[in-house]
């Protein structure tokens, strides 16, 4: 992060930072992580964890250090066009941009009405991310309700992959044998398979809540990091209250030992696998209980995890973009533009919320454009402006001073005038007069104007034989998970 920021946004001092990484390792040093799985804990005691009371597992502060320094430093996420293909490391940015994930519900922007999403629906939503300007990588937006559950992670992927050329990333997956034709989908997509530091694929794991880690998500963990071919995200989601304690700093401190715990379970199962830090930690509302993301504690926390994934040597994948509104109003644009900002000021490696509505329960295509503005000025306000000689030209200066004639016809401003200032795609900068006579309400007006261009373009398309074999890959897929019946995946290359 450039010295204009890091001095003015200190919110978590390097004392806190400290102070947080050790209340981690003494609560899984005391109370460690409950464990369900005989694999897992088999493995976590044969990595030099101990056996703790009833279930639980306890992790030393040394075999932590031992994970850590385990994981690469620096790796790829391989994209099927290499110009869009991802470094990731631990330093301060580049920062890149990819929706929330896995909705269940598409929400009308104006009125909040929810229905549930369909395979059309992740269709047209991967269409419209793939052009936004500060996306750069795409995860399947939401959980179609039209396709088998045991397959839709591979519907989804496909969905991706034949609608961008950008990185693809992980859908959201149950057990290991989904992970397993995820991994087979990304290899043949993008030709890669982990060798070398480059991957085709990242699968996230969610440890539950307080110091769980679960069965299907422990065992699906050590497959996947025994795979050789996949990026490991851990991606706690506790809620500051409920199920983490009611101090950001605490909370914060209990989603890094759930972080630790994921890395040393990878880490014990197959050295040097990749992994990186998924941070989700939501704040809860006092009066309701109901778990929020639009708040800002949600940026305070992003930035402290942030800082301490940095501190471990691991990258980040933090909250941005994202709010607790039901609909596309005043509360969401305030929400949306704060957390983004936040998000952004330890410059993670990666910043998650595209498309969040309503807490992460819903999407819709409106909010994507949206949501692309406010990045656009997000970005803007956390970036060092240029001060050098030429930025600052006194000759220049002077020139328009004394011209009589100002600066817009200057070689100084045609120079800067495109960098300078932000140019947005759907917030509106006219005047009243034209803004009445359009007839639009608000935003989300132009919003749809512009989804309708998007969705209107066709798809980027898939090469013959990598379209044939992915769908053949969904319909093996199928019949191992003893389905009799299954929507035809190469429809989906027609919608």
């Excluded at 075999?63 to 290499?82: G, K, Q, W, Y």
């Excluded at 309700?145 to 989804?156: A, C, H, I, K, T």
């Excluded at 900068?429 to 066709?458: F, Y």
Aim: charged share 20%; hydrophobic share 45%.
């Amino acid at each position: 992060m450039g010295a204009c920021l890091q001095d003015a946004f200190d919110i978590w001092p390097e004392e806190a930072l400290e102070a947080m990484h050790a209340a981690a390792l003494g609560v899984l040093a005391a109370a460690g992580v409950r464990v369900d799985s005989p694999l897992v804990r088999e493995v976590l005691l044969a990595g030099g964890c101990l056996p703790g009371p009833r279930d639980r597992v306890l992790i030393p502060a040394a075999v932590i250090a031992d994970a850590l320094a385990a994981c690469p430093e620096e790796f790829t996420l391989v994209a099927r066009a290499e110009a869009h293909s991802l470094p990731v490391d631990p330093a301060p940015g580049p920062t890149f941009v990819h929706n929330m994930g896995a909705a269940a519900e598409i929400s009308d922007p104006r009125t909040g009405e929810q229905r549930r999403a369909t395979l059309r629906d992740q269709v047209l939503l991967a269409r419209v991310m793939h052009r936004l300007r500060h996306q750069d990588t795409l995860t399947p937006l939401v959980q179609p309700g039209d396709v088998p559950d045991q397959l839709e992670p591979m519907y989804s992927y496909l969905v991706l992959a034949n609608e961008t050329d950008k990185y693809v990333g992980g859908p959201g997956v149950s057990f290991s044998r989904q992970a397993a034709y995820v991994m087979r989908m990304a290899a043949m997509l993008t030709g890669t398979a982990g060798a070398g530091g480059r991957y085709p694929l990242d699968l996230a794991f969610s440890p539950v809540s307080p110091l769980v880690l679960g069965r299907d998500v422990g065992e699906a963990l050590i497959d996947t990091a025994r795979s050789g071919t996949v990026a490991c995200e851990i991606l706690p989601c506790p809620a500051a209250v409920t199920t983490a304690p009611a101090t950001i700093s605490a909370a914060v401190a209990q989603q890094h030992a759930e972080v630790l715990a994921g890395v040393v379970l990878a880490q014990a199962a197959a050295p040097g696998t990749p992994v990186y830090y998924g941070p989700r930690l939501s704040a809860v509302d006092p009066r309701s209980g109901a778990v929020l993301s639009g708040t800002p504690e949600t940026g305070v926390a992003s930035v402290a995890a942030t800082l301490l994934a940095r501190r471990c040597g691991l990258a980040c994948d933090c909250y941005g973009p994202t709010s607790d509104s039901k609909v596309l109003d005043a509360q969401s644009g305030h929400e949306r533009g704060i957390n983004a900002v936040v998000g952004l000021l330890a410059r993670p490696r990666f910043l998650s919320g595209i498309g969040d509505v309503a807490a992460g329960a819903s999407t819709n295509l409106e909010t994507l454009v949206i949501d692309d503005d406010v990045l656009c000025s997000a970005f803007y306000a956390v970036t060092c402006r240029p001060w050098d000689a030429e930025a600052l030209n006194v000759q220049a200066m002077t020139d328009g001073a004394l011209s009589g004639q100002g600066f817009l016809g200057s070689r100084h401003t045609r120079r800067y005038l495109r960098q300078e200032f932000v140019t947005p795609a759907v917030s509106y900068r006219g005047g009243l007069g034209e803004w009445l006579a359009s007839g639009r309400s608000g935003v989300v007006d132009l919003a749809t104007e512009r989804v309708r261009e998007l969705v209107a373009q066709p798809p980027v398309g898939l090469p013959g034989g990598v379209a044939d074999g992915l769908c053949e890959l969904i319909d093996a897929a199928a019949r191992d998970f003893g389905l009799t019946e299954w929507p035809d995946p190469r429809s989906i290359l027609e919608m």
